[in-house]
């Protein structure tokens, strides 16, 4: 079956329209429709698995682990899965760009810095038998753990 869906029939937030691959049959992909004013965007957050955006107009600023990256419209910009990153929209205009999640639902994971001694108790891995992702930063230099908020 086929769908033909209209930007009104997704969820939406004031910025972002969202489509999740599982409400059209057997679609293993999300994204949302990103238009942000100046100065919007996300908090620090992860994925179990990559992000692409695909900048269509407008300057943006991601934070991707310690990497900071200027990005404008024409670009594409890839975030490797588990790597904590954010983004604004850093131009005087508004920003569009469609973030694409292989993924039937997107997952997004909170986080949270944390001190480097507690790295020794809070060495995690991937746990998908409940459907939460978790996940141990402990590098030279951050430290934090990701934790799925759904």
Known sequence: MAY???????????????????????????????????????????????????????????????????????QIVVVPAGVPHKFVNSGAGRLRQIDIHASATPQKSAWRAWPKEACRWAALSPDLRNGHYMHA?????AHGVALSIG
Request: charged letters at 20%; one cysteine or more; glycine letters at 12%.
């Open 4 to 74: 033909v869906i209209s930007n009104d029939e997704l969820p939406h937030s004031r910025t972002a329209y969202r489509f999740e691959g599982y409400r059209y049959g057997e679609t293993n992909v999300s994204f949302f429709l990103t238009d942000a004013p100046p100065g919007s965007g996300p908090e620090l957050h992860a994925h179990p698995y990559a992000e692409v955006f695909v900048i269509q107009e407008g300057d943006v600023t991601f934070t991707v682990g310690d990497a900071t990256i200027e990005a404008t419209g024409g």
């Open 137 to 141: 930063f402990c590098g030279e230099k």
